[in-house]
């Protein structure tokens, strides 16, 4: 069974750092890409990095390009989104979501099968 876990997420100030993790269980990080979407109050949900560890290939939308880092740690099956100079507009609930390949943008909701529960993150100002 395919499940994705997100932890890492809470209240951070305005500048402050902070590291998500998103741990994989039923598949390995290397036979699929990972991607973290965040869901802000009252807005849809915006694919904002993705990684694919057998490729090598890190994406970012320009928004967070320059702030946030995503790595992979093979031997753990966990995914990290670390997240620095956060803003109050990172303020979301943050999902991990795992997708073979399908032909649609990394950004697509529709180009990941597996989604994990989502974390907490709320940047005061």
């Known amino acids: 069974e395919v499940q994705l876990v997100e932890s890492g997420g809470g209240l951070v100030q305005t500048g402050g750092s902070l590291r998500l993790s998103c741990a994989a269980s039923g598949f390995r990080l290397d036979r699929l890409t990972i991607g973290w979407f965040r869901q802000a109050p009252g807005k849809g949900r915006e694919g904002i990095s993705c990684?694919?560890?057998?490729?090598?290939?890190?994406y970012y939308v320009d928004g967070v390009k320059g702030r946030f880092t995503i790595s992979a740690d093979n031997a753990k099956n966990t995914v990290y989104l670390e997240m620095n100079s956060v803003k109050p507009e990172d303020t979301a609930i943050y999902f991990c979501?795992?997708?073979?390949?399908?032909?649609?943008?990394?950004?697509?909701?529709?180009?990941?099968?597996?989604w994990g529960q989502g974390t907490q993150v709320t940047v005061s100002s």
């Open positions: 990684i694919n560890t057998a490729a090598g290939n890190t």
């Open positions: 979501a795992a997708g073979g390949p399908s032909g649609l943008s990394w950004r697509a909701e529709g180009a990941y099968h597996y």
